[in-house]
């Protein structure tokens, strides 16, 4: 008979790795504000927004530090302590992939987002979007189930899960027609190597999502 996860702890990882979640979640918002004021060009704000999540990235890893130093020690899980880590990790991936993002936009902040490219640019950001915004859903379900062990709710997380292997996918054409579009145009080496890149990057935040729902499906088999 398992034990509720919640009654192993006074209080449960979980919790953390939900405050953590939801600090992610928030970036997803300043990260649209700060792509949509570079394609805009006469923005001012861009580094306003970048150091914006360069802040959220310090406090996500103050919560990182918190959930891995009270994890109580000799206390038996009903998760592998090691997959919680790993699934932190690729969680904090998310917020990482989102700051070099961005910093690799500051270091060539002219001559922008090619017009040829911007329709491209724009569908693989917000293809990005949603896998941000679905971890914190997942945890927070996850949580529930780890509390309760209800076979409807494992089916919830689960259900989470394939929603992020496919905007994962979706994200993956995203990034390719970029790519495709960009060496289309011909632009000069160092324009196309700046576009691709700035794709990989971007396409990473997705990558880094379906990973740690990977993560959270090898917790719930257990």
Not at 7 to 27: D, I, N, Y
Request: with cysteine.
């Amino acid at each position: 008979m398992r034990i509720p996860f919640l009654s192993l702890f006074m209080t449960s990882p979980f919790q953390g790795l939900q405050e953590h979640a939801e600090k992610v979640r928030e970036c997803a918002i300043t990260f649209q504000q700060a792509i949509e004021c570079y394609v805009a060009h006469k923005c001012t704000r861009f580094e306003e927004f970048r150091e914006s999540i360069i802040q959220m990235e310090k406090e996500a890893d103050a919560i990182k530090r918190r959930i891995r130093g009270h994890l109580p020690k000799n206390t038996m899980l009903p998760v592998d302590k090691f997959q919680l880590f790993r699934y932190l990790r690729e969680q904090d991936g998310v917020l990482d992939a989102v700051e070099d993002t961005l910093d690799w936009i500051s270091y060539r902040p002219e001559p922008g987002i090619m017009p040829e490219v911007e329709k491209e640019f724009l569908l693989l950001v917000d293809s990005v979007i949603s896998p941000i915004e679905e971890l914190a859903r997942m945890v927070a379900e996850a949580r529930k189930y780890f509390n309760n062990f209800s076979e409807k709710q494992r089916r919830v997380v689960k259900e989470i899960i394939r929603n992020l292997r496919e905007q994962e996918h979706g994200a993956d054409h995203a990034e390719d027609m970029m790519k495709q579009k960009v060496f289309a145009i011909g632009a000069d080496a160092v324009t196309v190597f700046h576009m691709v890149r700035l794709a990989e990057y971007i396409g990473g935040i997705a990558d880094h999502a379906e990973n740690a729902g990977d993560m959270m499906r090898a917790m719930l088999a257990r």
